[in-house]
């Protein structure tokens, strides 16, 4: 089979322009509400948010590895920044977002790196159950985070905006609950007679002229803090103003940038992933990663928050037709111009359409489907499922990237234990003097156990033939375990034979073993 050839540069941005400006424009009104809510997840004004889409769509549209992937600020990264953001807030006002910003710099930099240690062939070795744990605790944080804006406030008591503009309070509690009702059924329910416009846009709407006609004194985006007002800057967050360009800088923000870098590309390769089956292509995740790191660092200098593919975003555009770096450039360039040119109405979103759109970015987000099917699961899979869900949820602050590790290395002990019973050794009488044991299977730390039961070790015929045809010797363990019954045998004065290793193992074997082997 020929091997398929990139596309051209010009294939790459103008194969499809009046389709990708049309879903570009589209995909713009899909990002602003989620930009304005990510940015209050993690804290910061929405300005932060809006400047990080709007850098992160221009710079992963030139470097990015997957063409008509959307790129913005995400829950995911935005629920890792929240501890961040208040610590940098308790050392001095206005420091949380320099030290977010320090994290995005870094982040850029850590994925530059895993893109070259080619960390996405790794990202094979992830099971599912781990993915749907993940997805499951995401969306879980992503509800969580909606609370407040619901007038059900856990924290209330522990700071100075309890009953304040920023949150509903009294008889603003039930306004806002009845706009969020209507809000989800537009969402979900204007799909089922048209999808020529996004939902989640004219839910925003309605909302917004029912709240201005009625003069609902409810909180709004304005609310959040300042919108832009013009170009986002270049600036250093450091210096006069700024952060410390220390080692105690970087040791309070690496653990975030860190957590973002791993959890960022898990999104955007799943969602890479997503794009290819949809579009019946193969792109290198590799360069996606090093394109995700360059962009991040772009935003954090330009005053925006790090993020990562937009999994919903990226299947809109798609959809809608979006096949070429234009689409992705042109949701930035139009996302920035409504901005500008529709900021006093933006300011007037009620946070309560916001609460509706991300409470169905979060039911979007859990893997429905799995949990549906929950009983028809392995159990091994539900238990990596449980355990990736719970270290996530149990953790302070809430870490999807070490709920990942303990879901992989659960899976990976559960797949070890079973890899391990498939290793079997058959006794075989050849005479009363002379027997013969036939080995097949893998011979490796896990197995060693079961290879050792095999044998009897204290029952000493003339001589014993060891037959490794069928089987393979992977590590130093395997070769211990082989060596200790050459040995137990021996000591009890029979004489034995190694035979069929294959060139691999007997090499591992002759290199690392303590014994001289016998083999034919």
Known sequence: ??????????????????????????????????????????????????????????????????????????????????????????????????????????????????????????????????????????????????????????????????????????????????LVLLGLVIIYGLPRLTRVVPSQLVAIIVLTAISVGFSFDIPTVSSLGTLPAGLPSFSLPFGEGGVPFSLDTLGLVLPTALAISLVGLMETFLTQDILDDKTDTTTNKNVEARGQGIANIVASLFGGMAGCALVGQSVMNVDNGGRTRLSTLFSGVSLLAMILLAGSWLKQIPMAALVAVMISIAVSTADINGLRNLRRIP???????????????????????????????????????????????????????????????????????????????HDHPERITIDLSQAHIWDQSGVAALDQVIRKFRSGGSVVSVIGLNEESLDLFERIGGQESAHA
């Open 1 to 178: 089979m020929a091997k398929r050839s990139s596309p051209t540069l010009v294939n790459q941005w103008l194969a499809n322009p009046s389709k990708d400006l049309l879903s570009g424009l589209v995909v713009a009104f899909a990002m602003i509400p989620e930009a304005i809510a990510f940015s209050g997840i993690a804290g910061v004004d929405p300005k932060v948010g809006l400047f990080g889409a709007f850098c992160l769509s221009l710079t992963i549209a030139v470097v990015g590895g997957r063409m008509a992937m959307i790129t913005s600020a995400t829950g995911s990264t935005a629920l890792l920044m929240t501890g961040l953001v208040a610590t940098g807030e308790a050392r001095g006002p206005g420091l949380g977002v320099q030290y977010l910003m320090v994290a995005g710099l870094v982040t850029g930099l850590l994925q530059i790196l895993w893109g070259y240690l080619r960390l996405a062939y790794q990202m094979r070795f992830v099971p599912q159950g781990v993915l749907s744990g993940f997805v499951n605790a995401l969306a879980l944080l992503i509800f969580q985070a909606q609370l407040p804006q619901l007038g059900l406030n856990l924290h209330a008591g522990d700071g100075e905006h309890g009953a304040s503009s920023l949150l509903p309070h009294g008889g603003q509690i039930p306004v806002v609950w009845g």
């Open 379 to 457: 159990k091994s899979d539900t238990s990596v499922m449980l355990m990736t869900f719970a270290v996530t949820m149990l953790t302070t602050p809430h870490n999807l990237a070490l709920g990942v590790l303990a879901g992989v290395a659960l899976a990976g002990i559960l797949f070890s234990r079973k890899v391990a019973k498939v290793i079997q050794v058959e006794a075989v009488e050849i005479s009363d003097q002379e027997r013969l044991y036939r080995v097949q299977g893998q011979l490796f730390f896990v197995s060693k156990v079961y290879f050792l039961q095999g044998f009897d070790l």
